[in-house]
């Protein structure tokens, strides 16, 4: 069964730097969730999409930006980016009328230098 | 507001032993909850999830998790592990309002299996 991607696996920016992170729901999921787990720590919940508009908002700062696109795939989008943003970014997607279950993606891993 | 608790940062067991992962919650409603596992650099994978009904639920692997009202726990167990489920596993409630529909995630139990 097709899964969640994320694209690129893995990225390396420098402080300052702007970098961008892409998701590609399950198809027909109409719900896509950004999430932000730091080294050692649980995920934690950054914003949502339900058919192309924010849905819930969560710890995210206001140098991320997120959208969902007319063909559901998301954008994270992170500017003047710092050292402790270095994490691994997971996306997951649900259905909402399927239970909202939420199937993630391998995670973007994020160094900032 | 929704918050999960996992007692044990860290459990060791012996190959072939039985499992248990403790999980306990609070959220004013009926909780969605999840457990999900995650090996070392990789992503969440689910394992089971209780939305209503059977309080016993029956997940991937062969695990499975009792939700207990009165105690507000979701515990994960497993009769015999096997050296595979060494692995991060992370127990979640979520919920269906408008607002929350995001996952809460407890810190984590870290599982080594000694052979």
Known sequence: ?113 | AQSVTQPDIHITVSEGASLELRCNYSYGATPYLFWYVQSPGQGLQLLLKYFSGDTLVQGIKGFEAEFKRSQSSFNLRKPSVHWSDAAEYFCAVGALDGSARQLTFGSGTQLTVLP
């Open chain 1, 1 to 113: 069964a097709a899964g969640v991607i994320q694209s690129p696996r893995h990225l390396i920016k420098e402080k300052r730097e702007t970098a961008t992170l892409k998701c590609y729901p399950i198809p027909r999921h109409d719900t896509v969730y950004w999430y932000q787990q730091g080294p050692g720590q649980d995920p934690q919940f950054l914003i949502s999409f339900y058919e192309k508009m924010q849905s819930d908002k969560g710890s995210i700062p206001d140098r991320f930006s997120a959208q969902q696109f007319s063909d559901y795939h998301s954008e994270l989008n992170m500017s003047s980016l710092e050292l402790g943003d270095s994490a691994l970014y997971f996306c997951a997607s649900s259905l909402v009328r399927a239970g909202e279950t939420q199937y993630f993606g391998p995670g973007t891993r994020l160094l900032v230098l």
